[in-house]
């Protein structure tokens, strides 16, 4: 969990708080909603583009292990559909195979759990150092949670 600062906190300039970060297996997990807000701001090459933002907490399969807070920030922009379609296919609003559209229901964002898979994503430092953070790469189903858990194939 993240240690949150006051305004009025003392700030240590020495402090690298990066190789304390959790890194969980790689693999599925899942994840449960702890707040949503919508925003306005840049997004890589969609420019300047509605985004939700929705903070989550994540823990293995399992759930007897780690747990970390993650912001996943979902633009909206027809070119990421998918995306957004694999998140509320993930959290239960749609149906893993419907081709029909759907008004996803951002009211209902809060408090909702689903699954994903995690990936370690490295970062570098500006002073060219590199250190790996998680990175939830797809949302999925339980059921495609599970299965990636009993099956060992191969991942491509």
Same mark, same amino acid.
């Given at each position: 969990?993240?240690?949150?600062?006051?305004? =009025?906190?003392?700030?240590?300039?020495?402090?690298?708080? *990066?190789?304390? *970060?959790?890194?969980?297996?790689?693999?599925?997990?899942?994840?449960?909603?702890?707040?949503?807000?919508?925003?306005?701001?840049?997004?890589?090459?969609?420019?300047?583009?509605?985004?939700?933002?929705?903070?989550?907490?994540?823990?293995?399969?399992?759930?007897?292990? =780690?747990?970390?807070?993650?912001?996943?920030?979902?633009?909206?922009?027809?070119?990421?559909?998918?995306?957004?379609?694999?998140?509320?296919?993930?959290?239960?609003? *749609?149906?893993?195979?419907?081709?029909?559209?759907?008004?996803?229901?951002?009211?209902?964002?809060?408090?909702?759990?689903? +699954?994903?898979?995690?990936?370690? *994503?490295?970062?570098?430092?500006?002073?060219?150092?590199? +250190?790996?953070?998680?990175?939830?790469?797809?949302?999925?189903?339980?059921?495609?949670?599970?299965?990636?858990?009993?099956?060992?194939?191969?991942?491509?």
């Amino acid at each position: 969990m993240s240690e949150e600062m006051k305004w =009025d906190s003392e700030i240590d300039p020495t402090a690298d708080n *990066r190789s304390e *970060r959790i890194l969980l297996p790689e693999g599925p997990v899942k994840f449960a909603v702890m707040n949503f807000k919508r925003a306005r701001k840049e997004f890589g090459k969609f420019g300047t583009i509605n985004v939700a933002e929705i903070k989550v907490i994540v823990v293995g399969m399992s759930g007897d292990g =780690d747990s970390v807070d993650l912001v996943i920030n979902l633009g909206l922009h027809a070119d990421l559909q998918w995306k957004i379609t694999e998140f509320f296919t993930a959290i239960g609003q *749609r149906q893993h195979g419907d081709t029909g559209k759907f008004v996803p229901n951002w009211a209902k964002v809060d408090g909702s759990e689903g +699954y994903a898979m995690n990936k370690h *994503r490295e970062l570098t430092t500006k002073k060219g150092e590199k +250190y790996k953070v998680n990175d939830l790469a797809k949302f999925c189903t339980k059921e495609e949670a599970e299965a990636d858990v009993i099956e060992d194939k191969p991942k491509f």
